[in-house]
């Protein structure tokens, strides 16, 4: 797949693959794609705000991590966020002169050798003003292509536009977004996400049809979501009533956040007469989500207090009638394709899922009507045949989104493209 040997990639994020640094969807993105790129055997970096207790610099084969602000982590221990506004400022001062100096000019002078910069999110411009005025002074920006990717709208008030379009190529990951992004003046090159290859992993059959004997005939319905209004739990809450007004004896699965939202959603659980249930898993994997299905034979709700990890998640998904990811503002839509990955039916929300078609490979909400998500999810139940077909269609669906796929298809041809409309010039007010 590598036809371009010289070609050296360098990933800047907060988030990345340690426990520290995952808080949501950019940790799976970052993650997801420099191992994709270091399996097409590109030299590549990843830089984020890592685990203060892990070696500031690992290598794993072609991928090269970097754990940056360390010293700050080290007096944060909530997380890769604790201390947002200290680390960003840290990253844009020290990063650059770093990567630039010990690790961009060795590359660039042996040879022939080029660079891509790609940084995610709000957090990183001034990082590459800092990176783009470096690489002029040294006499290699023209080697260099600088990508800026943005995977939702949090922080655009805090983002100079017209500086950052003067340095870097601005990146979005749907057409929702893009059409979102318009009114701040910038046109960003659509790059969708992808999945690992180990999100297309099948459940154990065994633990799928234990899950399915503990729960007998009950309607299953999962979600996996921030606490956050945006994701609409309001509206799974009082569809989750509706169907238990109807008879068809619901379990809404629920994993949830650490946002103040979630006393509202649990609090409307309470007030539509839903009993609801919190539980920790035991255990991790399918034996941790097999256990905390025991005993909920008049529990309506089971709210999630424990992290689902990746082989909890695909059994839940497969297992689920419906996984709602039924946002009313998602810039792509990665849960539900981690969904249709395992041949989940995934029913999705209609705003950045530029991969859903409706009715074929997944359900798409048309309206904040609880009745017609009670009407559809009884269907669904009566009727296996629309719900295998969603299955196999999504499941089909989601392999074109691999991320060696998104790779080869979307980024690699849009590079060169995208280098011969870099500045040469250094922008107004750098």
């Given amino acids: 797949m590598n036809e371009h040997p010289a070609l050296q990639f360098h990933v800047i994020a907060f988030e990345g693959p340690d426990a520290y640094a ?30 203060p207790g892990l070696p500031g610099h690992e290598t794993k084969g072609a991928l090269r991590l970097h754990r940056w602000c360390q010293w700050i982590s080290a007096h944060h221990p909530g997380g890769v966020y604790d201390g947002e506004e200290g680390k960003r400022l840290d990253l844009a001062a020290s990063l650059p002169p770093f990567l630039v100096h010990e690790t961009l000019l060795p590359h660039l002078r042996a040879g022939a050798g080029q660079a891509v910069i790609l940084a995610e999110e709000w957090q990183t411009p001034d990082t590459l003003f800092h990176l783009d005025w470096l690489l002029r002074t040294c006499g290699v920006r023209d080697r260099v292509s600088i990508l800026w990717n943005a995977n ?34 910038v046109d960003p090159v659509v790059i969708p996400n992808g999945l690992p290859v180990r999100a297309f992993s099948l459940p154990e059959p065994q633990a799928l049809t234990e899950l399915h004997q503990r729960l007998g005939e009950r309607l ?9 209004p945006d994701k609409r739990w309001l509206l799974a809450i ?34 539509a007469g839903l009993r609801v249930v919190e539980r920790r898993m035991p255990a991790p994997g399918a ?100 719900g295998q077909s969603l299955r196999r269609h999504g499941r089909t669906t989601a392999r074109r989104y691999g991320w060696q796929e998104v790779v080869r298809r979307n980024l690699l041809p849009s590079i060169p493209v995208l280098s011969g409309h870099l500045p040469l010039t250094p922008p107004v007010g750098a």
């Fill in 22 to 51: 995952r808080a949501g969807g950019l940790s799976s993105r970052v993650s997801g794609l420099t191992e994709a790129l270091a399996e097409a055997s590109f030299e590549t970096h990843l830089w984020f705000i890592g685990d």
């Fill in 152 to 185: 939702n709208i949090f922080g655009f008030e805090r983002i100079d536009w017209r500086r950052l379009a003067g340095v870097a190529v601005v990146t979005t990951v749907s057409r929702y977004m893009r059409h979102r992004m318009w009114s701040l003046g």
């Fill in 220 to 228: 299953l319905l999962s979600k996996v979501a921030r606490w956050d």
């Fill in 238 to 271: 009082d569809a989750v009533g509706e169907l238990k007004r109807q008879g068809l004896h619901p379990l809404l699965v629920a994993r949830g956040g650490v946002e103040e939202h979630g006393a509202e959603v649990l609090g409307r659980a309470a007030a």
């Fill in 287 to 386: 034996s941790g989500v097999l256990a905390s299905l025991g005993g909920l034979e008049d529990v309506d709700v089971l709210n999630v207090r424990s992290r689902l990890d990746s082989e909890a998640q695909r059994l839940l998904f497969r297992g689920s009638t419906a996984m709602l990811a039924n946002s009313g503002h998602e810039p792509f839509g990665l849960v539900g394709l981690e969904a249709m990955a395992v041949g989940g039916v995934a029913w999705v929300g209609g705003t950045g899922e530029d991969y859903a078609v409706p009715g074929w490979n997944t359900l798409v909400v048309q309206s904040a009507d609880p009745g017609e998500c009670a009407r559809i999810a009884r269907r669904l139940h009566t009727n296996p045949a629309e």
